[in-house]
């Protein structure tokens, strides 16, 4: 489950400033929204409910690149802004371990949910180490921040070291393959983005936190002003509620002819009678669909828990 599946899958929380900028958690909550609208996607296409080529279609991708790119932009301008009368230790501390812990949990839940591609360097754990970074680099000028984000993308984009393959080193970016994770936002080249941020932040100057739009407006800053929250709390309701929905939908029928000629194929030709090999292989698929496993098994996505349950469907189709 990407925050930017490849969430992405995605809730970078800002610096919390002394003057809120009405801008700024508007725009958060815009791409906040683009966000749950791409996670949305990926849940559907995962739980078989839709189609969509999100690593490999072009718009997809840019998709993708242009609202994680938004957030970090958005962070980077924030930190340099909450900068301008001097950084809140405590406040900036206590924003920092929140969210080392919840990039943990995310991490956590991740590994359990999907052991095969857990996130282990996603979004939040980017932002957790850009903040640190970007404090460093707060007194440099506009101009070389631009450049420095300008070189950290080119060398996130063309180079490739098998030293940064070791799993350690792998945050970092440089690896010769892509590794297996819902959602992975190296150091390189993503960290270009917040630099651009911080730039940014020293030429703009905003207005006072005015929040226009109306309703939807006020909407959007309010999610923009609790992103943390709305970035930990939309994707688990969102994929509770698309299983939900996939689980109460009945199997696709050329899914199960399918699964069915195959199976019975299969078992004749293992010396069972026909008749018997119908039976059952009719029985697998029905109880499988009211189990709520046809998906996750014709998709080849089943977790152990769920493997465990398919065999023991199979094995009491096959003992009747």
């Known amino acids: ?9 995605s809730a970078i929380p800002a610096i919390t400033t002394a003057r809120r900028v009405g801008a700024i958690d508007m725009a958060r909550g815009v791409a906040l929204l683009a ?13 078989g409910l839709a189609d969509f080529d999100l690593f490999g279609d072009p718009l997809w991708l840019a998709a993708r690149t242009g609202i994680l790119g938004s957030f970090l932009i958005l962070s980077g301008l924030s930190l340099t802004l909450a900068a301008e009368g001097g950084i809140d230790r405590r406040r900036f501390l206590r924003r920092f371990a929140l969210l080392v812990l919840a990039a943990g949990c995310v991490s956590a839940v991740s590994l359990a949910m999907f052991p095969d591609s857990p996130i282990f360097f996603g979004v939040l754990h980017h932002m957790a180490v850009a903040s640190l970074l970007g404090l460093a680099l707060l007194r440099l000028p506009w101009p070389v921040l631009l450049l420095l984000g300008v070189a950290v993308i080119a060398v996130g984009e063309t180079v490739a070291l098998p030293l940064f393959d070791e799993p350690w080193l792998r945050w970092i970016g440089l690896m010769t393959f892509e590794p297996e994770s819902n959602d992975y936002v190296p150091l390189f080249p ?43 709390l939309h994707q688990p309701v969102l994929f509770g509620l698309l299983s939900l929905l996939a689980m109460g939908i009945d199997a696709d029928p050329a899914d199960v002819r399918s699964f069915q000629s195959s199976c019975v ?5 293992s010396g069972g009678e026909a008749a018997h090999c119908t039976a059952t292989c009719r029985c697998v698929s029905d109880d499988l669909n009211r189990a709520g496993l046809w998906s996750d098994f014709v998709h080849d996505r089943l977790s152990p828990d769920s493997a465990r349950k398919v065999d023991g469907v199979i094995q009491s189709c096959g003992g009747r």
Not at 2 to 9: C, D, E, K, N
Not at 35 to 47: C, E, I, K, P, V
Not at 206 to 217: D, E, L, Q, V
């Open 265 to 269: 194929a299969t078992c004749t030709a």
């Open 35 to 47: 966000m749950a609208l791409y996670h949305g996607s990926w849940d559907l296409t995962y739980l």
């Open 1 to 9: 489950m990407p925050i930017l599946p490849t969430s992405p899958a």
């Open 190 to 232: 993503w960290f270009g983005g917040y630099l651009f941020g911080m730039a940014l932040g020293q030429l703009w100057r905003p207005g006072p936190a005015k929040t226009s739009g109306g309703a939807f407006g006020r909407c959007f800053a309010w999610a923009g002003r609790h992103s943390l929250a709305v970035y930990l």
